[in-house]
């Protein structure tokens, strides 16, 4: 059996350090966060985040992993969903083909956040309690802040509403 535990570590050493499972860490600082746009690559990801990995009871484990690329759900070229997590977020962080010189962050967790007002049913994107967009489980979309808010467009139309036909 050992024998055979050896070739398999021989062959996939990512099961051995544990590569192959999704694992957290607390985010300690934005490393270099492209202000004035600018390329992404693995040399020099730009949209990345210093972590320091948690075990299993969200205790410190390990070395800091500097400048680990930080996913997002979607992009291309200058257009995307772009927001970093904050310092001292927790992250959900794994290795691309279970390579350690490969991490990066799949996801933020909310845990140890104060979370906004959000029933289901709803949906919010918020920077703060007074600067937020959404809608609500009555099919409303809100949109608030204290300071303005730009529309630019070729052509604004404000639809009529939809008749009802009972």
Not at 47 to 76: C, K, M, R, S, T
Not at 142 to 166: F, L, M, Q, V, Y
Request: one cysteine or more.
């Amino acid at each position: 059996m050992d024998a055979i535990k050896r070739i398999v570590m021989r062959l996939w050493p990512e099961l051995n350090y544990g590569y192959h499972l999704p694992m957290l860490a607390r985010v300690i600082k934005i490393t270099d966060a492209p202000k004035d746009g600018g390329d992404c690559t693995m040399d020099r990801p730009r949209f990345a985040v210093d972590i320091q990995p948690l075990n299993q009871h969200g205790e410190e484990q390990g070395e800091l992993l500097p400048d680990v690329p930080v996913a997002i759900p979607y992009a291309g070229n200058h257009r995307g969903f772009y927001n970093l997590p904050d310092p001292g977020s927790i992250v959900e962080y794994t290795f691309a083909f279970g390579r350690p010189d490969q991490p990066y962050v799949r996801s933020t967790l909310p845990i140890g956040l104060k979370l906004p007002t959000v029933d289901k049913d709803e949906a919010r994107w918020q920077k703060s309690a007074a600067i937020y967009q959404g809608y609500d489980s009555d099919d409303n979309w809100h949109r608030a802040t204290p300071e303005n808010i730009k529309d630019s467009a070729g052509k604004i139309r404000n639809a009529r509403p939809r008749s009802s036909s009972c």
